[in-house]
């Protein structure tokens, strides 16, 4: 887990850089209804966001305020679009709604909490990424699927603007499944990685460097307002 980010954290510097980067706003939508959490809901159930969730949403947006996001892509779903509407409406952008950006579907999974998995399916909850990229969820996606879906939308994303900020409001698991693409490292890995709700990743990409990716800011919270 990275070490703590100081609740006043302000945007990542970039007056290091060659030039401008191409910088990536990785942002998870807000906390969900109550009687979804520690539930897999995936792709397949649609759900709001709790009061909380709401309040995160417009911490996310008050915390970007100042970022200059030029550009903003979406997942369909409702948890994701009530999240994303105070930073729409404070800039005054039309998000891109990208079907690809969907939550992964986790087959016979959805609708079981995470402690039903053990006893109903013989596994553990906690190793999902593992078991993802092994296929081993009974009628869920598929790791080559899923990997590629989300390598499109990469792609669609970053390629149309380079040198401009862009905000990708989507799913904790879409998240690690981009950082493995981006950092060329293995799905399993990212489960070192926590990805809370209504948090943001920053990263920058520069082909012209040795490093082309570098993650700036990793599952920060902004604070509440």
Known sequence: MPPPIPPDARQPSVTSSFDH???????????????????????????????????QADALAAWLKEAGVEKIYASPMQRVRQTLAPTARQHSLEPEIMHGLREMDFGDWTGHRWDQ??????????????????????NGESSASLASRVRECLKSIASPHPRQKTAVFCHGGIIRVMLGL????????????????GSVSVVDIQPEKKHAVEIELLNFQPPLV
């Open 182 to 197: 981006l950092l060329d490292m293995p799905l399993a890995r990212m489960a070192h990685f926590d990805i809370a709700y």
């Open 21 to 55: 980067p191409t910088r990536l706003y990785l942002i998870r939508h807000g906390e969900v209804e109550e009687k979804y959490h520690k539930v897999f809901g995936g792709s397949r159930i649609d759900m709001a966001l709790s009061p909380l969730g709401l309040r």
């Open 117 to 138: 998995v053990s006893s109903l399916f013989g596994v553990s909850a906690f190793d999902w990424l593992e078991i993802i990229e092994n296929n081993g969820i009974p």
